[in-house]
């Protein structure tokens, strides 16, 4: 299993970033995945989960309704699509894919996921 991000980088607050999580080694479209951040010296946040059978979400309040997450089932790809950045949502950003169909209320469970990335940065500054 190999998840790759990419997307991260510098961008002011109130601007944009799209995020993609390249995924392999295990059926994307059936499966669990999600994005978590982590920020130095915090601990571990969820961000979104989105389930693979059907494509339900479930969104972290802080982020519902300025982010957007995908997936492109041709590209076996994962996307974040980042409005509205904020600096306290500067952190390593990771994603992770599991198996089997959890209910809503576990995909943004850390337990959920068995494989994870190695993260992209987003740094929001001016």
């Known amino acids: 299993v190999q998840l790759v991000e990419s997307g991260g980088g510098l961008v002011q607050p109130g601007g944009s970033l799209r995020l993609s999580c390249a995924a392999s080694?295990?059926?994307?479209?059936?499966?669990?995945m999600a994005w978590f951040r982590q920020a130095p010296g915090k601990e571990r946040e969820s961000v979104v989960g989105?389930?693979?059978?059907?494509?339900?979400?479930n969104y972290a309040n802080s982020v519902r309704g300025r982010f957007t997450v995908s997936r492109d089932k041709a590209k076996n790809t994962m996307y974040l699509q980042m409005n509205y950045l904020k600096p306290e949502e500067t952190a390593g950003y990771y994603c992770?894919?599991?198996?089997?169909?959890?209910?809503?209320?576990?995909?943004?469970?850390?337990?959920?996921?068995?494989?994870w990335g190695q993260g992209t940065q987003v740094i929001v500054s001016s």
């Open positions: 989105i389930r693979g059978t059907d494509g339900a979400t």
């Open positions: 992770a894919a599991g198996s089997g169909n959890p209910i809503s209320g576990r995909l943004r469970s850390p337990s959920t996921y068995e494989y």
């Open positions: 080694g295990f059926p994307f479209s059936a499966s669990p």
